[in-house]
């Protein structure tokens, strides 16, 4: 029996596009559950403002409509910081994973990179950046 061409593309594609209707079905499912529950916390859930739900969160600032007020800067230092030591936990855990495989040139170049970042961490310190006066 010979098949054509079109009719091979065709055969193989129902075959591979049957193996991912799970994961469509699964994913509409999944869309139609997390849109019906907004739109259900959204339709019943009560709406009672009152002070404290209206207060400042987080970043100690009252709202305001202009979008060009100055912050302080050590909001900026310590999202930096953040920043910094988030990475830093990025790079050490595949480091400490792979320690075995990538030996004493890797555990040197981590110990160069964890003191520059805490000669960094010091230098912040010093300067009293993390100080919230």
Known sequence: MDLSS????????????EDYFNILVFMCVAFGLSLLL???????????????????YECGFEA?????????????LVA???IIFDLEIAF???WAIS????????????MIFL???TIGFI???RKGALDWE
């Open 92 to 94: 050490l855990f595949p």
């Open 99 to 110: 320690l075995k495989d990538i030996g004493i040139y890797g555990f040197a170049s981590m």
């Open 6 to 17: 079109s009719q091979f593309l065709k055969t193989s594609l129902n075959g591979s596009l």
């Open 64 to 76: 305001f409509s202009d979008a060009r007020l100055k912050f302080n800067i050590r909001f900026y």
């Open 38 to 56: 907004v739109l259900l916390s959204f339709w019943r859930g009560p709406r009672r403002p009152d002070l404290e739900k209206l207060s400042p």
């Open 115 to 117: 003191s520059i970042l």
């Open 80 to 82: 930096i910081l953040f």
């Open 123 to 125: 230098y912040e310190w």
